[in-house]
């Protein structure tokens, strides 16, 4: 099975700042890799696939990179609707989904 | 506009079975593949089943492999995941999402969950 690890598990940021999440696979998935945002008592939403496609209608302050096994999530000019918990996910062999990093402003 | 709607989720005792349900609509229902993922608070969000368009195809998570089965209705644009022999540590929130047209992969579209409560 394919291990997801993100870092770090808590951040802590301002409004403005440029915040960014590693996550890294067991094994190569290549660039089958997709980010989602989740608010408190909300569903998750998807913001990037294929490591660094974003999703229709997400903001453009939000941009992933990587390929292999290491992967970032970048936030530029991070927002008061960014408090959130975010996933890596890998879909290379099954699914699997990272432990999740909370983001704190 | 894309929804899917859960249903089914509620109190269970440990041993029990539930069977959600979740309906489709917005979009042509049988030419995407579905999902189901749970989150459990302070643990995060966990990929348990899929199924193929046609529903001729479904995968599941070690986890959950031989109690849970997932199936689907194109004529009723509904996934099913039938939980059987549920355990404490099934307790969860549990989406169904919806995977992009052509892909097996990642999740476009989500529900809003039900709740799964299971008691000793």
């Known amino acids: 099975d394919v291990q997801m690890t993100q870092s770090p598990s808590i951040l802590s940021a301002s409004v403005g700042d440029r915040v960014t999440i590693t996550c890294r696979a067991s094994?190569?998935?290549?660039?089958?890799l997709a980010w989602y945002r989740q608010k408190p008592g909300e569903a998750p939403e998807l913001l990037i696939f294929?490591?660094?496609s974003l999703e229709n209608g997400v903001p453009t302050r939000f941009s992933g990179s990587g390929s292999g096994t290491q992967f970032t999530l970048t936030i530029t000019s991070l927002q008061p609707e960014d408090s959130a918990t975010y996933y890596c996910?890998?879909?290379?062999?099954?699914?699997?989904f990272g432990q999740g990093t909370k983001v704190e402003i | 506009e894309v929804q899917v709607v859960e249903s089914g989720g509620g109190l269970v005792q440990s041993g029990g079975s539930l069977r959600l349900s979740c309906v489709a609509s917005?979009?042509?229902?049988?030419?995407?593949?579905m999902s189901w993922v749970r989150h459990i608070p302070g643990k995060g969000l966990e990929w348990l089943s899929a199924?193929?368009?046609?529903?001729?195809?479904?995968y599941h998570s070690d986890s959950v492999k031989g109690r849970f089965t997932i199936s689907r209705d194109n004529s009723r644009n509904t996934v099913f995941l039938q939980l059987n022999n549920v355990r404490a540590g099934d307790t969860a929130r549990y989406y169904c999402?919806?995977?992009?047209?052509?892909?097996?992969?990642?999740?476009?579209?989500w529900g809003q969950g039900a709740q799964v409560t299971v008691s000793s």
């Open positions: 917005g979009f042509t229902f049988n030419t995407h593949a």
């Open positions: 996910q890998q879909y290379n062999n099954k699914w699997t």
């Open positions: 199924i193929s368009r046609s529903g001729n195809t479904t």
């Open positions: 094994q190569n998935i290549n660039i089958w």
């Open positions: 294929r490591a660094s």
């Open positions: 999402a919806k995977s992009p047209l052509g892909v097996l992969g990642f999740f476009d579209h």
